[in-house]
């Protein structure tokens, strides 16, 4: 999907130079497997819940393929 398709579909962007990752809240099962991928990037105690670091943008794309529920997405930039 596009960014403006995954916008339109009620995903959230959060971005920086070579990635942006999109979340829907609605269908978060709160699985935690993205915290437990890296707590600093994702951490729902914060917000913004996700932030960004452009040094793990491979890794991060990585956890959001392993989002069971599909509610994050990522496209690469660049
Ligand atoms: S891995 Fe996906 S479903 Fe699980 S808490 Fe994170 S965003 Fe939500």
């Known amino acids: 999907m596009t960014h403006e398709?995954?916008?339109?579909?009620?995903?959230?962007?959060?971005?920086?130079?070579?990635?942006?990752?999109?979340?829907?809240?609605?269908?978060c099962a709160h699985?935690?497997?993205c915290v437990r991928g890296d707590g600093e990037v994702f951490?729902?105690?914060?917000?913004?819940?996700?932030?960004?670091?452009?040094a793990k943008n491979e890794k991060v794309a990585e956890i959001v393929s392993r989002c069971p529920s599909g509610a994050l997405k990522f496209i690469k930039k660049g």
């Open 5 to 27: 398709e995954l916008i339109a579909d009620g995903y959230k962007a959060y971005e920086n130079e070579g990635l942006a990752v999109y979340w829907k809240p609605s269908i």
């Open 31 to 33: 699985a935690g497997e």
């Open 43 to 54: 951490n729902f105690a914060r917000r913004p819940w996700i932030i960004l670091d452009e």
